[in-house]
């Protein structure tokens, strides 16, 4: 039911004809005066009615009546409002999916339909939360808005006797049913309630008041695709803006993936400040500390969340660590029995984020593991983009380094920083600049560009072996990937603290590769640990460890091959790439197939060490003498040093 829209004049006397929904009880009664929390959804459904229909809803025999609430914490208030001004045999509301069986209310609204009661069902989400088939067969719908200015004036009047003489524009726009009931006092005079009302929307506000502090879109760095796509965003809301194109054609929800501290937070909040709008940012975490933990709790949280989004529309609804909301397909049956109704929930909220009332909302997520995401969340409609943010290169990495450092260093040259640097992150750059910042302000003198380069690259301190190992192992492979021809070395260093504080960065390998691919890059991963055996004589604990060591990504692929891609000697597919760890775990067989091939291609990966070991000798002491070299300086020292023209055979590219 289509919503009517009151003409109001704010010299005219309380509205008459709409007075009499302000039933005063004795409870009530102080000087004739109403309480906020039974005048303002009272009032809001009227608004919601003409008076003809609003006759039908408080009389009509035998009627099955729907209201509609904007959001979940207002189903009860509504309820409540709506069983004041009529009589209901049968009254129904709900803000959550019940379980199957939960209760008996569809037996219920059966039966009473028989005996030609009257029904009352109220939610956030008619069709998906009442019984079944009771908002298909209502005999009318009331949609009901949020309160809008005419709402709350009349509220205040209600509670106070008067209207407040002035008061601003979309004073409650963000604010929830309990804001602005706390806010508007019976008793209390009309100009405390709008002085209230201020306070609450400021506190209230979802928009970032830091917003301003964030450096300008324009100005970040390393971003790639994901800055193209909020470039054509940012344009598009300005033709918007300007009436040329309809609010549905931006391309308006996304899911921003990387490592950590790639600064995908930064980048949204910067986005926000170019495009001019409202910032909403929240995570699964905040749902469960903003509310009780309960089901209800929790999805009222997401409904907060967007309604007041929508209510500042257009806004950027931002959804941090999306993978926080579950794969439905990994859950356990005790986890899904209370996962299901919130990722249920959430995936209706999406795509009602592109109509109605919500449907000026730009919609970004953010994680760091997106394989992990369920894919509903990720379909057409909803976040069906995913752009990768990698690591920033030389380039984009000196521009990062000239905006973290402002005015410090100003007209100094960052190529050598940002070479000696590259592999890093964001985040990384942060913490440079920070310390740099530090030995500078306790020596009592501006910052040079020695304090960032001995942050960047710290001196070797390390033991001449462990140098040693450390820069074998990263010129094995880098060697090996070259003869293999599988991608293009851009950049290897041995630079860093610790037996891990090396890297050899590469270009991009295959989305979608073949089983001789696969082969090569775990030949790739076990070059390192074989030219420490070759050159330094044994292999050290460097390979492996941690989940994110060699032997660990060798080892998943391997056995991601066999039990989950169909690469092994059987087409059974046993589960997730992610569920391969406990597979082996549990299945000897499997692992013992694993095994097999990592000590295959272990041999191969050796053996080509050993035919290329000049080569590796000698980009090992390139490494131990200049720390840095880049992919140019790497090529011209292999192929000085390679046994005859088949390497150039291997890879034309250095022909």
Excluded at 67 to 79: D, I, M, N, S, T
Excluded at 564 to 578: D, F, H, I, K, Q
Aim: hydrophobic letters at 45%; one cysteine or more; a negative charge.
């Amino acid at each position: 039911m289509t919503s009517r829209q009151n003409d109001f004049d704010p010299d005219d006397d309380f509205d008459e004809e709409a007075s009499y929904l302000i039933e005063v009880t004795p409870k009530d009664q102080q000087f004739g005066l109403v309480a906020a929390s039974n005048a303002l959804p009272r009032l809001m459904i009227e608004q919601a009615t003409t008076a003809g229909e609003l006759g039908v809803f408080r009389k009509a025999p035998g009627i099955v009546a729907v209201v509609e609430a904007p959001g979940a914490a207002w189903v009860k208030p509504l309820l409540q409002a709506a069983k004041t001004m009529a009589h209901w045999d049968l009254h129904l509301s709900e803000s959550a999916k019940q379980k199957a069986g939960a209760d008996n209310s569809r037996d219920q609204a059966i039966h009473a339909v028989d005996r030609g009661h009257r029904i009352l069902g109220v939610s956030q989400n008619p069709s998906g939360y009442l019984p079944e088939g009771l908002a298909g067969s209502a005999d009318m719908t009331v949609k009901v808005n949020l309160p809008d200015d005419t709402v709350i004036r009349r509220t205040i009047r209600a509670a106070t006797g008067r209207y407040p003489k002035t008061m601003p524009k979309d004073i409650a726009r963000g604010l929830s049913y309990t804001d602005i009931c706390l806010a508007i006092r019976k008793g209390s005079k009309p100009a405390e309630c709008v002085t209230r009302l201020i306070a609450a929307g400021q506190a209230a506000s979802r928009q970032d008041d830091d917003l301003s502090q964030v450096p300008p879109l324009a100005s970040l760095y390393g971003y790639g695709e994901a800055m193209v796509w909020a470039r054509g965003l940012v344009a598009d809301l300005d033709a918007w803006r300007r009436g040329e194109i309809d609010f549905s054609a931006l391309q308006r929800t996304v899911v921003l993936a990387s490592e950590p501290g790639m600064g995908k937070s930064t980048f949204v909040r910067s986005l926000a400040r170019a495009a001019g709008v409202p910032l909403v940012a929240t995570s699964v975490s905040t749902w469960f500390s903003n509310s009780t933990g309960y089901l209800d709790g929790v999805i009222k949280q997401i409904d907060q969340v967007f309604l007041g989004a929508a209510a500042n529309a257009p806004a950027i609804v931002f959804l941090d660590e999306i993978e926080s909301i579950p794969d439905r397909a990994q859950l356990t049956a005790r986890a899904a029995e209370w996962w299901m109704p919130v990722v249920g929930h959430m995936l209706l909220t999406l795509d009602s984020a592109s109509s109605g009332v919500s449907s000026r909302l730009i919609v970004i997520g953010a994680t760091n593991f997106p394989e992990k995401l369920d894919s509903a969340l990720t379909r057409p409609g909803r976040l069906s983009r995913i752009i990768w943010i990698g690591r920033p290169d030389k380039a984009a990495l000196a521009g990062i380094l000239r905006q973290h450092l402002g005015d410090d260093l100003a007209g100094v040259d960052l190529s050598e920083v940002a070479a000696l640097g590259w592999g890093a992150s964001g985040a990384d750059v942060t913490e440079w600049v920070k310390l740099a910042r530090s030995v500078a302000r306790k020596a009592e003198r501006p910052m040079a560009i020695a304090d960032l380069l001995a942050q960047v690259a710290p001196p070797e301190d390390r033991p001449d072996d462990l140098a040693l190992r450390i820069a074998a192992h990263e010129a094995g492979h880098a060697v090996v990937l070259q003869v293999l021809g599988l991608s293009e070395v851009t950049a290897v260093s041995s630079i860093g603290a610790g037996p891990s504080g090396g890297r050899t960065v590469i270009g991009a390998m295959p989305d979608v590769m073949s089983r001789e691919q696969v082969d090569g890059y775990v030949t790739f991963l076990l070059a390192g640990r074989c030219a420490e055996e070759v050159i330094v004589g044994s292999a050290s604990s460097g390979s492996g460890g941690s989940t994110k060591s060699d032997l660990a990504h060798a080892t998943n692929l391997l056995a991601s091959a066999y039990a989950s891609l169909g690469m092994g000697n059987e087409l059974l597919y046993r589960g997730t790439p992610e569920e391969v760890g406990h597979m082996l775990a549990i299945n000897d067989r499997l692992a013992k197939a694993v095994e097999a091939e990592l000590q295959r291609l272990y041999a191969d990966a050796k053996a080509i060490v050993t035919e290329y070991r000049a080569a590796v000798q000698a980009v090992a002491l390139a490494l131990i003498r200049e720390r840095y070299i880049d992919g140019d300086r790497f090529r011209e020292i292999f192929l000085r040093h390679s046994p005859g023209s088949r390497t150039i055979e291997m890879d034309g590219r250095d022909g």
